[in-house]
Nanobody, 119 residues
Framework: QAQLVESGGGLVQAGGSLRLSCAAS????????MAWYRQTPGKQREWVAQ???????TYADSVKGRFTISRDDAKNTVYLQMNNLEPEDTGAYSC?????????????WGQGTQVTVSS
Protein backbone atom coordinates (compact mmCIF):
# COMPACT_ATOMS: atom_id res chain seq x y z
CA GLN A 1 0.00 0.00 0.00
CA ALA A 2 1.44 3.33 -1.08
CA GLN A 3 1.31 6.35 1.22
CA LEU A 4 2.07 10.05 0.84
CA VAL A 5 3.33 12.17 3.70
CA GLU A 6 3.68 15.95 3.47
CA SER A 7 5.96 18.14 5.56
CA GLY A 8 7.36 21.65 5.63
CA GLY A 9 4.33 23.74 6.50
CA GLY A 10 4.37 26.44 9.13
CA LEU A 11 3.80 30.08 9.98
CA VAL A 12 5.57 32.71 7.89
CA GLN A 13 5.26 36.45 7.35
CA ALA A 14 4.08 37.86 4.06
CA GLY A 15 6.96 37.99 1.61
CA GLY A 16 8.61 34.96 3.16
CA SER A 17 9.26 31.49 1.78
CA LEU A 18 8.48 27.89 2.60
CA ARG A 19 9.38 24.60 0.97
CA LEU A 20 6.88 21.76 1.17
CA SER A 21 7.78 18.12 0.64
CA CYS A 22 5.62 15.11 -0.13
CA ALA A 23 7.26 11.71 0.08
CA ALA A 24 5.80 8.46 -1.19
CA SER A 25 6.48 5.21 0.62
CA UNK A 26 5.28 1.64 0.53
CA UNK A 27 5.04 -0.88 -2.27
CA UNK A 28 4.62 0.44 -5.80
CA UNK A 29 6.13 0.26 -9.27
CA UNK A 30 6.44 3.90 -10.25
CA UNK A 31 4.92 7.32 -9.69
CA UNK A 32 3.21 9.25 -12.44
CA UNK A 33 1.98 12.85 -12.28
CA MET A 34 2.16 14.58 -8.91
CA ALA A 35 0.28 17.69 -7.89
CA TRP A 36 -0.25 20.10 -5.02
CA TYR A 37 -3.63 21.38 -3.88
CA ARG A 38 -4.68 23.73 -1.11
CA GLN A 39 -7.85 24.29 0.82
CA THR A 40 -9.05 27.15 2.96
CA PRO A 41 -12.04 26.79 5.30
CA GLY A 42 -15.22 27.70 3.45
CA LYS A 43 -13.66 27.33 0.02
CA GLN A 44 -13.32 24.47 -2.42
CA ARG A 45 -10.02 22.67 -2.79
CA GLU A 46 -7.85 24.60 -5.25
CA TRP A 47 -5.33 23.06 -7.61
CA VAL A 48 -1.94 24.76 -7.25
CA ALA A 49 0.61 23.02 -9.47
CA GLN A 50 1.39 19.76 -11.24
CA UNK A 51 4.49 18.00 -12.52
CA UNK A 52 4.44 15.04 -14.90
CA UNK A 53 6.77 12.07 -14.75
CA UNK A 54 8.82 13.70 -17.53
CA UNK A 55 9.14 16.93 -15.56
CA UNK A 56 6.64 19.16 -17.34
CA UNK A 57 5.10 21.67 -14.95
CA THR A 58 1.90 23.70 -14.88
CA TYR A 59 0.71 26.27 -12.34
CA ALA A 60 -2.42 28.03 -11.24
CA ASP A 61 -2.38 31.69 -12.31
CA SER A 62 -2.50 32.76 -8.65
CA VAL A 63 0.91 31.21 -7.91
CA LYS A 64 2.68 31.49 -11.27
CA GLY A 65 6.06 33.15 -10.89
CA ARG A 66 6.12 32.64 -7.11
CA PHE A 67 5.84 28.86 -6.63
CA THR A 68 8.01 26.13 -8.17
CA ILE A 69 7.11 22.45 -8.23
CA SER A 70 9.85 19.85 -8.65
CA ARG A 71 10.39 16.15 -8.05
CA ASP A 72 13.20 13.81 -7.07
CA ASP A 73 12.31 10.35 -8.34
CA ALA A 74 15.24 8.78 -6.52
CA LYS A 75 13.61 9.92 -3.27
CA ASN A 76 10.01 9.44 -4.46
CA THR A 77 9.39 13.01 -3.40
CA VAL A 78 7.69 16.08 -4.86
CA TYR A 79 8.49 19.58 -3.61
CA LEU A 80 6.74 22.92 -3.68
CA GLN A 81 9.02 25.93 -3.25
CA MET A 82 6.85 28.88 -2.28
CA ASN A 83 8.37 32.37 -2.46
CA ASN A 84 6.93 35.83 -1.87
CA LEU A 85 4.08 34.33 0.10
CA GLU A 86 0.87 36.28 0.54
CA PRO A 87 -1.85 35.96 3.21
CA GLU A 88 -4.10 34.57 0.47
CA ASP A 89 -1.76 31.56 0.23
CA THR A 90 -2.84 30.41 3.69
CA GLY A 91 -4.39 26.96 3.68
CA ALA A 92 -3.95 23.24 4.11
CA TYR A 93 -1.66 22.01 1.36
CA SER A 94 -1.87 18.40 0.26
CA CYS A 95 -0.25 16.40 -2.50
CA UNK A 96 -1.82 14.01 -4.94
CA UNK A 97 -0.02 11.37 -6.98
CA UNK A 98 -0.91 8.76 -9.52
CA UNK A 99 0.93 5.65 -8.42
CA UNK A 100 1.34 2.40 -10.31
CA UNK A 101 0.97 -0.64 -8.08
CA UNK A 102 0.74 -4.32 -8.89
CA UNK A 103 -3.00 -3.95 -9.37
CA UNK A 104 -2.85 -0.86 -11.58
CA UNK A 105 -2.80 2.94 -11.37
CA UNK A 106 -4.16 4.45 -8.17
CA UNK A 107 -4.71 7.99 -6.91
CA UNK A 108 -3.26 8.74 -3.51
CA TRP A 109 -3.53 11.78 -1.25
CA GLY A 110 -1.44 12.89 1.67
CA GLN A 111 -2.86 14.10 4.97
CA GLY A 112 -1.91 17.72 4.34
CA THR A 113 0.34 20.31 5.94
CA GLN A 114 -0.83 23.73 7.15
CA VAL A 115 0.62 26.92 5.74
CA THR A 116 -0.24 30.19 7.47
CA VAL A 117 0.94 33.52 6.07
CA SER A 118 0.58 36.52 8.34
CA SER A 119 0.27 40.07 7.04
Amino acid sequence: QAQLVESGGGLVQAGGSLRLSCAASGSFVTIGPMAWYRQTPGKQREWVAQITSSGMTTYADSVKGRFTISRDDAKNTVYLQMNNLEPEDTGAYSCDARILTRTGWESHWGQGTQVTVSS
